[in-house]
């Protein structure tokens, strides 16, 4: 239960499932699966809401669920207190954590998803980024070096429409990996502290609100104390 809002609901359901519950602070986790390796489930999710935490600031929920589902496009769905993970993919712990940071990237500071996914998706790949930093350095130096890769492959700016991508693979290389390689330039500027601090102003500021995206820049040039004009490559005006 919780007495703070939630951006919207879903319901899913499975009479298959084998429940496992376990707790981190005063935040229950409940895991719906079948014979996914669980323990790893269940360490990646903790760890995760254990960096996120102190990075942006406390989750407020009581609860937090992790079903596998038969997502047949996506390897992963993330809703408020609530993340879905494909039964038909090859699991990837890196889709649990991109997840997770959608609980403050999408749910708690929520954005235009259709105009302006730069936003939570970017910011949940460079979180991924930074939970990989600390937990297995050798995994972040391989994804870093991909996401580069994938990145250099387009010059479209990551603040399109959605629709005006064209494609699937365009979209994600804009959005998903420029959109990561743009906080990693807005944190080689202003230092990662500074950065992080700017991060979890927005938090405080935006909880369950909608963050404007010129609101998001602002706050993050002032506190990283960046020229506005250090980054309009990666935005069409």
């Not at 269940?42 to 996120?52: C, R, V």
């Not at 693979?169 to 420029?178: C, L």
Request: charged share 20%; net charge negative.
């Amino acid at each position: 239960s919780s007495e703070h809002p939630i951006r919207e609901f879903t319901f899913t359901a499975s009479t298959s499932w084998q429940l496992v519950s376990c707790q981190n602070g005063p935040v229950q986790f409940t895991l719906a699966c079948r014979d996914e390796p669980r323990d790893i489930i269940m360490d990646t999710a903790s760890q995760a809401l254990s960096l996120f935490q102190e990075i942006y600031g406390p989750y407020p929920y009581s609860f937090l669920n992790i079903a596998f589902v038969p997502l047949e496009n996506f390897s992963g769905m993330e809703y408020p207190g609530l993340i879905l993970i494909s039964d038909s993919k090859l699991l990837s712990p890196s889709v649990i954590v991109h997840e997770m940071a959608h609980q403050w990237w999408y749910n708690l500071v929520g954005n235009d998803s259709i105009r302006e996914a730069w936003i939570d998706e970017g910011l949940a790949e460079y979180s991924t980024l930074l939970y990989y930093h600390v937990y297995n350095p050798a995994f972040y130096q391989d994804r870093l070096a991909e996401i580069k890769r994938l990145a250099e492959q387009t010059a479209l700016p990551v603040n399109l429409p959605l629709e005006e991508y064209g494609s699937e693979v365009a979209y994600r290389r804009a959005v998903y990996n420029r959109g990561a390689l743009l906080w990693l330039q807005l944190e080689a500027a202003a230092g990662r502290d500074r950065l992080h601090q700017a991060l979890a102003y927005v938090q405080r500021y935006y909880r369950y609100e909608i963050v404007p995206p010129r609101s998001l820049l602002t706050a993050i040039t002032y506190y990283g104390r960046i020229e506005s004009d250090a980054f309009p490559h990666f935005f069409r005006n």
